[in-house]
C-alpha cells in the first residue's frame, strides 16, 4: 500500500484559509523546507565576516509561519493570527525589498564586544541600484531592538525603492549592498541570481 500523498504547500499571498493544518503541514514539511532552502540560497548575502543578510519574501515567511505553528503545536485562532500579525509585516508589498540582518560571532565574548562596538549599525546598511543613489536601511519598525549599551544581533531591515530604481533593477540593473559603520565596512556586487530573484519582490 503507498504511503499518503504529501499536501502540497499553497503559493501566493498568506492567509489564514491558505495555511495548512498541524497534521497537512506535517506531512509536507520535508519537501517543503528543500523547497525553502534552495529558495533562500540566491536571497542570502554576506556583507563581511560577520553579517548576513536574508531577504524575505511571501515563501520564506510562510515557512517561518509554519514552522512556528508546527512547533509550538499551535492550531487556536488567537494564536495563528498571533504569528500572522508578527510576520505578515516582513514581506515585501511591491515597492521594497525587506530582510533579515544577523550579526554573527562564534565566540560569545568575542559577540558581546562586537554587539557594543556595532551600535547602530542597522542604520548604516545601504543597497544601490546602478544608477541611482543608495537607498538606507529603515530599520526595526516593530520594536526598538539597540539599548544604550549594545545593537541586538537581530535585526529586520526595510528598503524603499523609487519607480525608478524598480525599472532598472527589473531590467537588468546592477545592485550593490554594503554597510558604512565606523567599526565595520563592507561591500559586494549581488550575483545575477540575486539580483533575479529579488526583482519578483518589486511590481
Known amino acids: 500500500m503507498s504511503a499518503p500523498h504529501a499536501p502540497d504547500v499553497p503559493d501566493g499571498p498568506i492567509t489564514r484559509e491558505s495555511l495548512l493544518t498541524l497534521e497537512a503541514y506535517a506531512k509536507a514539511r520535508a519537501a517543503f523546507r528543500a523547497r525553502v532552502i534552495g529558495h533562500k540560497r540566491s536571497r542570502t548575502v554576506q556583507l563581511g565576516d560577520h553579517v548576513t543578510l536574508a531577504f524575505e519574501d511571501a515563501l520564506t515567511m510562510r515557512y517561518q509561519i509554519q514552522e512556528m505553528l508546527h512547533w509550538e503545536k499551535t492550531f487556536d485562532e488567537a494564536g495563528i493570527q498571533g504569528e500572522l500579525d ?14 533579515t ?7 560569545v565574548e568575542e559577540r558581546r564586544a562586537a554587539l557594543a562596538r556595532l551600535r547602530g ?10 544608477g541611482f543613489d543608495r537607498v538606507r536601511a529603515i530599520a526595526d519598525e516593530d520594536l ?3 539599548t544604550d549599551a549594545k545593537t541586538s544581533a537581530v535585526h529586520f531591515l526595510r528598503f524603499e525603492l523609487s519607480p525608478g530604481m524598480i525599472a532598472a533593477l527589473k531590467g537588468g540593473a546592477g545592485l550593490g549592498l554594503g554597510i558604512d559603520h565606523d567599526a565595520y565596512q563592507a561591500w559586494l556586487s549581488a550575483s545575477a541570481e540575486t539580483r533575479a530573484s529579488l526583482s519578483k519582490d518589486l511590481t
Do not use: C, F, H, S
Open 144 to 146: 526598538e531592538r539597540e
Open 121 to 130: 549599525i542597522e542604520d548604516r546598511v545601504w543597497i544601490q541600484v546602478d
Open 101 to 107: 540582518m544577523l550579526i554573527e560571532y562564534d565566540d
Open 86 to 99: 508578527a510576520y505578515l509585516p516582513l514581506v515585501p508589498d511591491g515597492t521594497n525589498l525587506k530582510a
